[in-house]
Every structure is written in structure tokens, then in C-alpha cells.
């Protein structure tokens, strides 16, 4: 994955999502890109390997898009979030993950599971 195009992109997608949703783009082993939220912020850095138990490294593992909360003894901050596996020949080369706070809402359903059936839900970490 080129750094400075997954840049661009995220750019883009900073005008659309909702200023409550911090947003990471990894590869396979580490984050590329971090942007926290006016609301959560879980300090990771270009660079960071990803570590287990988050919801990236479990959409990485299965090959799946995931949705969960993570508590905060993985990171820190505990949070919700939703994850989808990036592909390119059918290869896994990364992983882009939105991030909110851990506090279940109305809203976060409706925003991050649109379609439930192609999700894989877990609430281990509430």
C-alpha cells in the first residue's frame, strides 16, 4: 500500500465521517495511518504494531469484517469498533478500522452496522 495515496483517501473520508469517529488504516503488521477523534483518542502511532485482542487484529485473523467492544486494558481506552479486512487479489494486505467511544448507542448501531448479517458481532469486552 502506497503511505501518501491512503493519505489522500483518508482525507477525503475525514469530510464525511462524524467527528465522534477516529479512524486507523493498518497493513498487516502495523498501523499506517491514526486519526483520533474530537472524542476518543488511543494514542496509536504510524508504525505501532497491532497488538491482540483489538478489533483490527481480529478482522485481520478471520479475514472478516468484525464489530466489538474492546475494553481498556487492550489500549488503554475502552471503545467500539468496526473493522474490514483490505484486499488486492485476493491477497490481505490491511485493514481500515473505525473507531468510537465504547458507549453503546442508538446511533453507533445504526452507523456502524448497517448490514448485521455480514458482521461478526462480539460483546465480550462490555
Given at each position: 500500500m502506497n503511505v501518501m495515496s491512503v493519505t489522500d483517501m483518508i482525507e477525503g473520508f475525514q469530510a464525511i465521517l462524524p467527528d465522534h469517529v477516529s479512524i486507523a488504516i493498518t497493513d498487516g503488521d502495523k498501523y499506517m495511518y491514526y486519526r483520533p477523534s474530537k472524542t476518543i483518542d488511543l494514542k496509536i502511532e504510524p508504525g505501532d504494531l497491532i497488538k491482540e485482542d483489538t478489533v483490527t487484529h481480529k478482522a485481520l485473523t478471520i479475514k472478516k469484517k468484525t464489530a466489538e467492544y474492546v475494553s481498556a486494558q487492550v489500549l488503554g481506552v475502552p471503545y467500539y469498533g468496526i473493522s474490514t479486512?483490505?484486499?488486492?487479489?485476493?491477497?490481505?494486505?490491511?485493514?481500515?478500522?473505525?473507531?468510537?467511544?465504547?458507549?453503546?448507542?442508538?446511533?453507533?448501531s445504526n452507523f456502524f452496522n448497517r448490514d448485521e448479517s455480514k458482521l461478526l458481532v462480539s460483546s465480550s469486552a462490555r
Open positions: 479486512p483490505l484486499f488486492s487479489d485476493h491477497r490481505l494486505i490491511g485493514c481500515i478500522t473505525l473507531i468510537s467511544e465504547s458507549v453503546q448507542s442508538h446511533y453507533q
